[in-house]
């Protein structure tokens, strides 16, 4: 945990390639802290992490280059929030950094020229349906028990969540609607506030036994 309670999470913005300005410019309006990540290092003590979109071929390859597959890998199995999205959903999937239990399927709406906007319920978010950007989105093609569909496109999941790990297949930085940020953001508070490991608490505890 990077702050006391009550402070800003700090969310870690994957920055090798891709849309990781738009989502720290989210995160700022939504008074959570952010820091670009490039290196392993930049993996200290954050509270979350987001996984912009971008093209997934060229980041997988600034993953593998900058040896940051098992940090990222270690930091969400270690419980900490992450929202993949678009070619960052990808990285999630079982071929790329195998976080969920789930296959994407590249370019699937479509090549560039098929981006488009749509209005999408997505189960977890109150309100009106969400306004979601394309741009060239992958689905999910298969998926695991594990792995809640939140929302579907045309019968095709494009959202999903396992467990504090959730993918959509759109841009939600690209919208004017925090919702989506706000999911991470909400699951980072409730491991704050308990769930998840605490290592002052876990010190009293032990100290107590
Ligand atoms: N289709 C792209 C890819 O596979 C992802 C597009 C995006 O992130 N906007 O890399």
Same mark, same amino acid.
């Given at each position: 945990?990077?702050?006391?309670?009550? @402070?800003? %999470? /700090? *969310?870690?913005?994957?920055? /090798?390639?891709? !849309?990781?300005?738009?989502?720290?410019?989210?995160?700022?309006?939504?008074?959570?802290?952010?820091?670009?990540?490039?290196?392993?290092?930049?993996?200290?003590?954050?509270?979350?992490? #987001?996984?912009?979109?971008?093209? =997934?071929?060229?980041?997988?390859?600034? *993953?593998?280059?900058?040896?940051? @597959?098992?940090?990222?890998?270690?930091?969400?199995?270690?419980?900490?929030?992450? +929202?993949?999205?678009?070619?960052? +959903? *990808?990285?999630?999937?079982?071929?790329?950094?195998?976080?969920?239990?789930?296959?994407?399927?590249?370019?699937?709406?479509?090549?560039?020229?098929? =981006?488009?906007?749509?209005?999408?319920?997505?189960?977890? $978010?109150?309100?009106?349906?969400?306004?979601? $950007?394309? #741009?060239?989105? %992958?689905? *999910?093609?298969?998926?695991? %028990?594990?792995?809640?569909? /939140?929302?579907?496109?045309? !019968?095709?999941?494009?959202? @999903?969540?396992?467990?504090?790990? /959730?993918?959509?297949?759109?841009?939600?930085?690209? =919208?004017?609607?925090?919702?989506?940020?706000?999911? +991470?953001?909400?699951? #980072?508070?409730?491991?704050?506030? !308990?769930?998840?490991?605490?290592?002052?608490?876990?010190?009293?505890?032990?100290?107590?036994?």
């Amino acid at each position: 945990m990077a702050g006391s309670a009550g @402070a800003a %999470p /700090l *969310i870690g913005v994957l920055a /090798l390639q891709g !849309g990781f300005d738009a989502h720290q410019r989210r995160l700022a309006r939504l008074g959570a802290d952010s820091r670009r990540v490039r290196t392993g290092r930049d993996l200290e003590e954050l509270d979350g992490l #987001i996984l912009p979109g971008g093209e =997934s071929t060229t980041m997988s390859l600034g *993953i593998e280059r900058e040896g940051l @597959a098992d940090p990222l890998r270690d930091l969400a199995r270690a419980g900490v929030p992450v +929202l993949g999205t678009c070619a960052g +959903l *990808i990285m999630l999937d079982r071929d790329h950094l195998d976080l969920m239990d789930l296959r994407a399927q590249r370019n699937a709406f479509g090549t560039q020229l098929e =981006s488009f906007e749509a209005d999408l319920a997505l189960e977890g $978010v109150e309100g009106a349906p969400l306004h979601a $950007v394309f #741009i060239r989105a %992958p689905w *999910i093609a298969e998926y695991g %028990p594990d792995v809640r569909v /939140l929302a579907a496109m045309d !019968g095709h999941p494009v959202a @999903a969540r396992q467990g504090d790990l /959730l993918a959509v297949a759109f841009h939600p930085e690209l =919208s004017d609607d925090d919702r989506v940020h706000r999911l +991470l953001l909400d699951a #980072i508070a409730a491991r704050r506030d !308990g769930g998840g490991p605490d290592p002052d608490r876990d010190r009293a505890e032990r100290a107590q036994a």
